[in-house]
């Protein structure tokens, strides 16, 4: 079965300084891999998707990501944090199965931004 | 094209009442997918449906929880005789065929 692991439970960052997000994952085949945001109270948002083809993808609000297979990784990264970044990350694997694309999560990074 | 919607965004239950929790998939999408959040912890696959038909139920629990997407009207998320512990944030995601799920905004349920 498949399974996602986000190492870092909190990280604390200075406003315009560089974010790296660790995710892990487990999973016999080439996988589908996801980055979503979710604010307090809110749903989740579709940062970046990885499907196939370029190993780094670029997403929204300046978001990036890049897989590894050698290292079973999809590491989520921003050159400069703004105080508004600030929100829980969520990477996820997907697998297709009966048309659907069904996702496994990991535990989530929350994300603190220092002024 | 409006995104996923889900209704209520909050609801409060009793112990024992039933909870019915509605979700309309965004246009053109035919696969919808329910996922729990319970607090401090991530989110948890509970269920997957196409239109009239059940495809994934394997994170449901097994007693009081039912799920069903009909052929016509919004995909509904039922649990009879709500516990405390089912209070939770219960997010649907919908997707076109093997393409990206998008989520709603979820709903709060809150058990008294």
């Known amino acids: 079965a498949q399974s996602v692991t986000q190492p870092d439970i909190h990280i604390t960052v200075s406003e315009g300084a560089s974010l790296e997000l660790r995710c892990n994952y487990s999973y016999g085949a080439t996988p589908y891999l996801f980055w979503y945001v979710q604010s307090p109270g809110q749903g989740l948002q579709l940062l970046l998707k990885y499907f196939s083809g370029d190993t780094l993808v670029q997403g929204i609000k300046g978001f990036e990501a890049e897989f590894k297979r050698s290292q079973s990784s999809f590491n989520l990264r921003k050159p400069s944090v703004h105080w508004s970044d600030a929100a829980e990350y969520f990477c996820?694997?997907?697998?297709?199965?009966?048309?659907?694309?069904?996702?496994?999560f990991g535990t989530g990074t929350q994300l603190k931004v220092e002024l | 094209n409006a995104g996923v919607m889900q209704n209520p965004r909050h609801l409060v239950r009793r112990r024992g009442q039933e909870a019915r929790l509605r979700c309309s998939p965004m246009k053109g999408h035919s696969h919808v997918y329910w996922y729990r959040q319970l607090p401090e912890e991530g989110l948890k696959f509970m269920v997957y449906?196409?239109?009239?038909?059940?495809?994934?139920e394997s994170g449901m629990p097994k007693e009081r929880f039912s799920a069903e997407f009909p052929k016509e009207g919004p995909s509904i998320l039922r649990i009879q005789q709500v516990v405390r512990g089912d209070s939770a944030a219960y997010f649907c995601?919908?997707?076109?065929?093997?393409?990206?799920?998008?989520f709603g905004p979820g709903t709060r349920l809150t058990v008294t």
């Open positions: 449906l196409q239109k009239e038909n059940i495809i994934d």
């Open positions: 996820a694997v997907g697998v297709i199965t009966g048309g659907g694309n069904k996702l496994t």
């Open positions: 995601a919908s997707s076109p065929e093997t393409g990206t799920p998008y």
